[in-house]
């Protein structure tokens, strides 16, 4: 089954590559005095991965690649900043080490794990996925932001699949059950629903072991992430929605664990999903 990616527009995104690429490398040159700009930096980052993507759906080109793990990178330099006992950490990002100031426990919530956790998972970045996995939850709660219940559930779900925790189960059931519309207090509903969802249900059928079952429901998520991405004008010129960043993650999950993935779209760069590019370059 092909469920193919929104339109997006391809003819000014060298010129803007060129100008955020400048950017953002300045702002991670300023990681190294002020942590607090971690969210926008791997904001930028996913940006730029997408605008990569925007050029070349497939991932065939190695800037692509080094888009996704300098992304990659950056989400988990974010929580090896906020857990640092020392006042700064050498971290690689791009191809050289950076140092950068400790102290990113503020900007260490939730959303900015999930992006994290999935980058790890595209890039097969195992020692980093258990790194990830091993950040409690707790301390999420610390950082700044009011998020819905659910979202904790899920982080704690998918540490508990990564590390063969036993909650597993039950975590992945409350945190379902944590995206009916009457339990969320701060979430957009459709963003939950259309978004947040899809990849607990991948997962559950991941766990499951049923392969089958997780291809049509990977092709509703992908449906579903193009309506949410097309909505309106303003989602529909976002390059973060070229990307289904979460069902892609979980679609890596499940190569890794011998399931073939009969679901075709650009929405899962065939490169990334295939892990064609893992190895080429230390990360």
């Given amino acids: 089954m092909r ?3 929104h339109e ?25 005095t002020e942590p607090s700009w971690f969210s926008n930096v791997l904001a930028d980052a996913i940006k730029l991965f997408g605008l990569r ?3 070349d759906p497939e991932a ?8 996704c793990v300098t992304a990659m990178q950056v989400g988990s330099a974010l929580f090896a900043s906020a857990q640092a006992t020392t006042g700064s950490i050498e971290y690689r990002i791009g191809h050289k080490m950076h140092t950068i100031r400790a102290g990113a426990l503020p900007r260490a919530h ?16 195992k020692k980093r996925m258990t790194e990830l996995c091993q950040f409690p939850a707790s301390r999420l709660r610390q950082a700044d932001g009011l998020l819905d219940e659910y979202i904790y559930n899920w982080v704690e779900a998918l540490q508990a699949y990564w590390l063969k925790r036993p ?10 059950e944590g995206t009916d519309p009457a339990a969320l207090r701060h979430a957009p509903r459709d963003g939950v629903l259309q ?12 766990a499951r072991g ?8 990977l092709a509703k998520a992908l449906e579903w992430h193009k309506d949410y991405w097309t909505h309106d004008e303003d989602r529909a010129l976002d390059t973060e929605g070229l990307v289904a960043l979460g069902p892609l993650g979980v679609c890596c999950l499940a190569v890794q664990a011998g399931f073939t993935i009969t679901v075709e779209s650009e929405y899962l760069p065939k490169h990334l999903l295939e892990g064609a590019w893992v190895n080429e370059f230390p990360t």
């Avoid at 803007?16 to 690429?21: A, Y």
């Avoid at 049923?210 to 429901?217: P, S």
């Fill in 167 to 176: 909650k597993l189960g039950d975590k992945l059931v409350a945190a379902v």
């Fill in 8 to 32: 997006s527009p391809t003819r000014n995104i060298p010129k803007i590559l060129e100008s955020h690429t400048e950017d953002f490398w300045e702002d991670v040159e300023d990681l190294r």
């Fill in 110 to 125: 939730a959303g900015n794990w999930l992006n994290a956790f999935w980058l790890a998972c595209i890039c097969r970045e």
């Fill in 60 to 67: 065939d080109k190695l800037e692509t690649w080094e888009a």
């Fill in 195 to 206: 978004i947040m969802y899809p990849p607990m249900n991948l997962l559950t059928q991941l």
């Fill in 53 to 55: 993507c925007t050029l």
């Fill in 210 to 217: 049923d392969q089958d079952k997780f291809n049509t429901e």
């Fill in 3 to 5: 469920i193919p990616r």
